[in-house]
């Protein structure tokens, strides 16, 4: 038979056509073939026209349907409370409290204009039958595992003070207040009606009475500068992209080192000023502060401009020109620049100034010029001030907070103009994206146990759900119950939204033009009409994160291989990412049962993620530092906000099925090999069945104009090294030595694996299979929840118990690594003999993505890479669009096919289906 390629090896390609001719003649054969989906081209038609309703669910694998998880890391883990063992151990194993239902906190900052509310929730985990348990308890060899206690969420939203009602009435709804669960969380107060909240700023002390009337409540009153300081050091300490600094348009996040965080200088601008100088933790000093704040601002520009609210006010001040109104260094001298003492013609000489000798009126005014030079007069003076008081106390850091901020460009340039001009450029203004929420944050930590504290930067992911692009954390109405409210809110919400659902035309930063005269621009010509969206998602607590332990470097790790703060980069992904929708959401859609609620869900799914794009596509720095990883994770998580568990799977389904019947056919050719031509036939093999990829535009395509064998002969053909990448020689040398030398095996290799199908099945796992075949552990690596048609941990124990019903290298691996309980009887050579075996193991990476972002990995995975010496990492997402610039302590192999033009074009200056094969000895 003709091979596959011309190859001389590998005779599959026989084996697929083989079982097609099968579906002819044999009727057994054909609803296995069917079922196993060759002729993907025609199933995938009828899925579309939802012809197959039923059968889409039915397919389901019943693993992965029955995982109760919404969407996010942190359903990895949480389970019940209580110190379990011995709780004088180093770390003693603590379960969450003992609760059936959610369990929710809340705190508040009650200011003169808004109420800011933190409150936190935290679903229980389901219990699953997880087969893999086995395999984590031994490969952390039956040490426990310490939870922090706390684990959940902690949720950003506010209102206006004036409309306390809506707040009371959110509590209320949520039932927020009955969630102060007494024992749990102060056990001073056995019961609820002695329950108490924490709550800071004026108002905790002038509604109190209210709390008790409306929810039966009391106020615990926080000190107000208490909650600041202790809410501004967990952000800095606890978030990554929490800090940034703001330049002409420009925003730029600040990684702060947490060891070098203190002293610094925090300006909290609120109504009034105040600067506090921060030492440490509980540790500061009130060391000045304004009466011109944002107060000031609101109360005179309401009296100036007849304005209804703050952010109408802000609004105008876009479309202001304030040197109709300020007197200018050039007004008083002709024009002309006072260089002398370094003052350009365009400085502002005199707030206001131009007021005096004008013979206008107020009338005569625009109301967006009175704006402007109020906002810069404020913002100015504030900075100053700030500066001045940094250098009194030799501070090189300013944090800036308060809700005058309200993420304004314009206001953060200014200011960061104003500690520019006067520290000559040696010190840096710098923002905090949960600006506004310092003071509730801090009341919320005042609550005792709650651990919060203690957690670090890889135990938290911010999440943006679908409301975020919209509302940025305001509450509108009240609190979303269930799924079909959301839908509805986001059909709503899209009517009322347009301008930010359409794409927004990209401009490269404008300047604000500060220190000269025009116009501010950095927001383009308008703000929308909720000015305060800040973008603040749901700090989700996963107290089972970890810094992966092998990064050579974590301080200076990043996951992202594409910059997207690079224009143009950013717009290709966007357009790439929106032209995939729509057939993102038929798969979806078919994988629910293409229901009308489906196609509701869908819907709605395709807006809420247009929304986001198109809002980051605005700003793309709304979110924190964006790069390709979180726009493809963003997307699964949208998925799964919509109930969609898994898109793809009765594809995977399909493909595994297929995969594994060919499996013993590949077997059988690799073993006839000397082990040179094996192990070069088995990184081929990688390569050429990563092009299974439903995720790229180019292989969808593909797999609509052909069947799975076409696209496996294209990829085969395409194999003839040298790859674009290419350190296989390197590599070979490292695994079978030269002269005649034989190099010690690895101990353990960590297999990131990628896609089902051909690619885990004829591709990873052969090649797993020779590295037990050498005598090194096997750890296969997989996502713990669904992301395109990527495998997961939760799948994997049955694909290898498929593959091992044909392969004994296999079989006595995975019954080692605990992934095989029971022997099995029908062995290919019916052998039984009891040679001990390395084990071969399946963890879950902790993540829902295509990439992997190896700072917040699941505290499995940190477990089995301790005794690692040999990472692979595999596929596009893990290998080239994360991690491909990552160093490691131990030896690395980066296997993967290109299958996007561009970035083949720019990565490894290659063509599209080229493929790397990075090998990189231990940094
Ligand atoms: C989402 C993916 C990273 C998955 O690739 P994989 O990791 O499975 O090799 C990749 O399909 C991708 O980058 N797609 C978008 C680009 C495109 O459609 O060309
Ligand atoms: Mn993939």
Redesign the pocket.
Known sequence: MAGLTGHPVLEIGDKFEELQNNIINNNKNKEVIDKAGLVLKGEENSNNNNNNQGGERDMAPPTSNSLHRSGSRPQLDLSKAAIQGNSEERDPTILLPNQSDDISHFALDIGGSLIKLVYFSRHEGQSIDDKRKRTVKEISNGSRRSYPILGGRLHFVKFETSKLNECLDFISSKQLHNGIDSHYWNSESPNKENAVIKATGGGAYKFADLFKERLGVSIDKEDEMDCLVAGANFLLKAIRHEAFTHMEGHKEFVQIDHNDLFPYLLVNVGSGVSMIKVDGDGKFQRVSGTNVGGGTYWGLGRLLTKCNSFDELLELSQRGDNRTIDMLVGDIYGGMDYSKIGLSASTIASSFGKAISDKKELEDHRPEDISLSLLRMISYNIGQISYLNALRFGLKRIFFGGFFIRGHAYTMDTISFAVHFWSQGQAQAMFLRHEGFLGALGAFMSYEKLGLDDLMVHQLVERFPMGAPYTGGKIHGPPLGNLNEKISWMEKFVLKGTEITAPVPMAPPGTTGLGGFEVPSSKGGTLRSDASALNVGVLHLVPTLEVFPLLANPKMYEPNTIDLSDHCELEYWFT??SE?LPDLVDKAVASEGGTDDAKRRGDAFARAFSAHLARLMEEPAAYGKLGLANL?ELREECLREFQFLDAYRSIKQRENEVSLAVLPDLLMELDRMDEEARLLTLIEGVLAA?IF?W?????VDLYHKGTIIDIYRMSRNKMQRPWRVDDFDLFRERMLGSEGKKPRPHKRALLFV??SGA?VVLGMLPLARELLRRGTEVVLVANSLPA???VTAMELPDIVAEAAKHCDILRRAAEAGGLLVDAMTNTLDGSKENCSSVPLMVVENGCGS??IDLRQVSSELASAAKHADLIILE????AL?TNFNARFKCEALKL??V??QR?AEKLIKGEIYDCVCRYEPAS
């Open positions: 790439v990412l995939h493809l990563n990829d995720g790229s535009r180019a292989c990628d896609n690619d395109l048609n990527d295509p990439c596929g596009m997402g893990r669009h993967a096919m299958k996007n970035l």
